[in-house]
């Protein structure tokens, strides 16, 4: 089993295609989003700053010096700002300001005394070396009434409630360890900084709730160890995926080509995605020309499934529509009084399951072979009982303003 970590956890939770790509296929990606690499430039100098402390008494043009020789050298082509009304410049200031507001709360920076900097923390849930987690805490401080601080910076433009970060799993799990590492550990405070806002957020936890931490990650563990299929799963976090030309929901806006036969075959994903959305109000309108919308439709819907197919994609999105291709088994059972049907009855009775499936329910069937309630030994000894026909639909949704 591998080293887990936070990030590791949290990419599986929020998506398991990107995390299938990352950590399973091991496909890296030279992009970098602008938030991550203002995060990495604040964080340097957060680290030379305390690694000095003791020796060095650094002026705030020190700092904003160190910042920007760094961002200099380590800006590159492939950063990526997603927000079409920021610039480079904007967040190199954003940054700037975030020194500059940490330097005159913190200044001289003595509070406390410091026992670790981007430390290392290995953490074994269960002690055994079966579940482990690896992580860096950014700053651990050991403060004059000796309780230990776990710092940690965020350079995000959202700032959380109380009540989420009293949830919070990544200071928590780094808690876990240092109790590992030292056995002084009595109290405890888990500390951020979130420095956009130039605000310092504080919370603590129990060993009650370190215990159920510990329990709850080894079953997310468990749950990654168990899946066979990644599937994507969509959320705002997709706008900042580094794999969407990889990624079955998003990739469609990255390959467009044409499509062969009927009048519509030949049109774009993006062209039949409006011609789709046309139809579909002309439709409502038209209410006499109905038939011929229908055909117009049906047409439209075979090319619009067939370049799915071709481009390994369900959602294509236009101008101002986008296009959903779903898919859904309709499971039919043996008719009464064949042979295949006492058969399937038999099988069930055998393994208990008639009653949830009472007089060959169609319905419960499908229920319990798509949502594979039943054991997989007792779905494959009934399919060769049922005839599954896979159907494919379309359906059209409107773009919101922030997809478009």
Known sequence: MPIYSHSRLST????????????????????????????????????????????????LKDLIDLYDAN???????????????????????????????????????????????????????????????????????????????????????FLPSQEHLDEDRQLALYLIGIKNIWNDVKKAQLIWHYVVFD?????????????KLTKDTIGVIDQIESTEEFLPQESSLCEWC?????????????????????????????????????????????????????????????????????????VIRGSDHMLRITEKQKISSPPKGSPEREELGKILREVNKWEEVSDLDVYAIEKAVNEKRWDKKIINSIKKFLTIEVRKYVSVSKLQDKEK
Not at 143 to 151: A, M, P, R
């Open 71 to 157: 961002w200099n050298k380590e800006w590159h082509d492939a950063i990526v700002i997603t927000k079409k009304d920021r610039k480079k410049e904007d967040y190199y200031n954003l940054g700037k300001k975030c020194i500059e507001d940490y330097y005159k709360r913190y200044h001289p920076f003595n509070q406390g005394r410091i026992l670790g900097l981007e430390r290392e923390i290995l953490i074994d849930l269960k002690g055994d070396g079966k579940y482990k987690l690896r992580g860096y805490v950014d700053r651990i401080v050991q403060s004059e009434n000796d309780v230990y601080e776990i710092h940690d910076y965020k350079t995000s433009g």
């Open 12 to 59: 599986f939770e929020s998506c398991p295609l990107q995390y299938k790509f990352s950590y399973i296929d091991g496909i890296k990606r030279e992009e970098e989003g602008i938030e991550a690499f203002l995060g990495s430039r604040f964080h340097e100098v957060m680290e030379k700053l305390y690694k000095d402390v003791r020796f060095k008494a650094y002026s």
């Open 242 to 314: 580094v794999y969407p030309d990889l990624c079955p929901k998003r990739k469609h806006l990255y390959k467009v080509e044409a499509l062969p036969a009927n009048e519509y075959l030949k049109d774009s994903g993006v062209k039949l995605v409006n011609t789709f959305a046309k139809l579909a109000a002309k439709k409502k309108e038209h209410q006499a020309e109905i038939d011929k919308i229908d055909e117009e439709i049906d047409k439209v819907k075979e090319a619009v499934i067939k370049y799915g197919e071709k481009e390994g994609v369900d």
């Open 199 to 211: 605000k310092e957020m504080v919370s603590t936890r129990s060993q009650e709730e370190l215990d």
